[in-house]
């Protein structure tokens, strides 16, 4: 079935650095634009970053521009999220999800999510 | 930047009785509104895009309406499955530049 799996979280240091991972199935891939969006303690839902089907257009909050990288492998079906300079407020739960594309940016499949803690 | 300002903060209902939960944007975003629903320790699942289209597998209790800045999810007939955390969505930029979520409605058993 369609699938998205995510890995990598985990508890870190401020400054430090950490890398998520999303496993694609059940569909193409390559055919989709991908986010990442994240989910603080208690908290609403934020956007962090947006990669097109390519990887040649992507996109960053202002909250982790500069310090998030987001890239995919699509022959790997992965989708990836570098964090480097953590910070606290970087703490929450990761979600990959997908983009639905044409005019509707809205996301139909969404991963169980990762937990990122940075804490001393 | 576009926000999204949900209300009620809180909303209590009946099983059985309608349900109507509003989001509100601070300036146009035509109709490029999604809707999702979230229970405690699960992933948001997708059940309205382009303000009042229902996505697949979502049951037609669930409708959506409104354009420009003011937004209405009306869940017709509430179902136990049905109390759960609702947030709203904007994504005006088609070029997905940014997308910005409401605060959330939390929908409670009355």
């Known amino acids: 079935q369609v699938q998205l799996v995510e890995s990598g979280g985990g508890l870190v240091k401020p400054g430090g650095s950490l890398r998520l991972s999303c496993a694609a199935s059940?569909?193409?891939?390559?055919?989709?634009?991908m986010s990442w969006i994240r989910q603080a303690p208690g908290k609403g839902l934020e956007w962090v970053s947006y990669?097109?089907?390519?990887?040649?257009?992507?996109y960053y909050a202002d909250s982790v521009k500069g310090r998030f990288t987001i890239s995919r492998d699509n022959a790997k079906n992965s989708l990836y999220l570098q964090m480097n300079s953590l910070r606290a407020e970087d703490t929450a739960v990761y979600y990959c999800?997908?983009?639905?594309?044409?005019?509707?940016?809205?996301?139909?499949?969404w991963g169980q999510g990762t937990m990122v803690t940075v804490s001393s | 930047e576009i926000v999204m300002t949900q209300s009620p903060a809180t909303l209590s209902v009946s099983p059985g009785e309608r349900a109507t939960l509003s989001c509100r944007a601070s300036q146009s975003v035509s109709s490029n509104l999604a809707w999702y629903q979230q229970k405690p320790g699960q992933a948001p699942r997708l059940l309205i895009y382009g303000a009042s289209t229902r996505a697949t597998g979502i049951p037609a209790r669930f409708s959506g309406s409104g354009s420009g800045t003011e937004f209405t999810l009306t869940i017709s007939s509430l179902q136990s499955e049905d109390f759960a955390v609702y947030y709203c969505?904007?994504?005006?930029?088609?070029?997905?530049?940014?997308?910005?979520f409401g605060q959330g409605t939390k929908l409670e058993i009355k």
């Open positions: 999800a997908r983009d639905i594309g044409g005019d509707h940016a809205a996301f139909d499949i």
């Open positions: 969505q904007q994504y005006n930029n088609w070029l997905r530049l940014m997308y910005t």
């Open positions: 059940g569909f193409t891939f390559s055919d989709y634009y």
């Open positions: 990669i097109s089907s390519s990887g040649s257009t992507i």
